[in-house]
């Protein structure tokens, strides 16, 4: 049972500038509801309550979106706008949140060793609030969660990309298992195309297995000095202990300007117009 998904969202969002100075990049909103609260919403959809999310300086206002506010629900008590925070309400009273500061943002692999206090020693999801996912029936997380179930190893969400965008992902090459499902042999972060072991490439959702953190600890800094999830990952990869799922949905990169405007106009034809 995966019982707690982390959410690094520490880092500076530097491609929305001048936006997220002073406000995280994970409040961003599509339409009406902040990045981050979509992907909580995905956890809670695959069963998990146990909210963990690494923020940084700056970042306090995802730790007031997920509490209560008083003063603001008294004064809309019996008006319309009540039902705009129902969903959130249900969010607070069924998840408990966890935070962590990461101090010095050291890329994404240092994120989640950052979480390990509050994640402990149990497999755990990640999930990355820029990358929006669309997906029916089941939520991506929710797919992978089962497939967790099945293989009990690390399982990393994959999409194809085009050849020329490769310099942009962690990129994986590996044999089909089942449909969908590749047993990684090998995977790359940011390679140039000429470089690429396949268009196959990790987008934000991840399952994790404990021993990561022990791993990431003893990875040393690879690509632009950062410790990399992808490096980390190459290790139990290399032991057969890390799945490629290519999931069925649709992802949304929003840590671009151009994706999220195309989340943003998708939210509002399906969601907010409906
Ligand atoms: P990104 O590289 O997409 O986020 O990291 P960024 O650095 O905030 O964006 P730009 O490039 O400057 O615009 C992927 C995820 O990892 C988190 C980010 O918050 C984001 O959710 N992250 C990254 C951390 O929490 N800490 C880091 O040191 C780096």
Do not use: W
């Not at 969010?91 to 408990?96: A, E, N, R, V």
Request: with cysteine.
């Amino acid at each position: 049972m995966i019982k707690k998904c982390l959410f690094p969202a520490a880092g500076y969002g530097t491609r929305f500038l001048p936006a997220t100075k002073a406000m995280p990049k994970e409040m961003l909103t599509l339409v009406n509801k902040p990045l981050i609260q979509y992907g909580v919403e995905e956890a809670v959809a695959a069963g998990i309550t146990g909210i963990a999310i690494v923020t940084g300086r700056g970042k306090r206002a995802i730790e007031d979106h997920f509490d209560i506010s008083y003063e603001l629900e008294h004064q809309i008590k019996g008006t319309s706008k009540e039902k705009a925070l129902a969903p959130i309400r249900q969010i607070i009273d069924t998840c408990t949140f966890s935070y962590t500061r990461q101090i010095e943002m050291k890329g994404l692999g240092h994120a989640i060793l950052t979480g390990e206090t509050l994640i402990g020693s149990e497999p755990f999801a990640v999930i990355l609030a820029d990358d929006y996912c669309v997906a029916e029936p089941d939520p991506v997380l929710l797919q992978m969660v089962k497939l967790f179930e099945k293989y009990q190893c690390s399982v990393v969400a994959i999409e194809e990309v085009p050849a020329e965008e490769t310099y942009k992902y962690g990129v994986i090459d590996g044999e089909e298992e089942e449909e969908g499902v590749f047993r990684i042999r090998q995977m790359v972060e940011k390679p140039d195309p000429s470089e690429a072991p396949s268009n196959l490439a990790i987008i934000g959702r991840y399952i994790l297995t404990p021993d990561i953190f022990d791993i990431l600890r003893d990875t040393p800094p690879g690509r632009n000095g950062e410790l990399q999830i992808t490096d980390a990952l190459m290790t139990q990869a290399s032991e057969g202990r890390v799945l490629g799922y290519r999931f069925k949905g649709r992802r949304f990169d929003c840590g671009s300007v151009e994706g999220f405007v195309e989340a943003t106009n998708h939210c509002y034809t399906n969601y907010y117009k409906k």
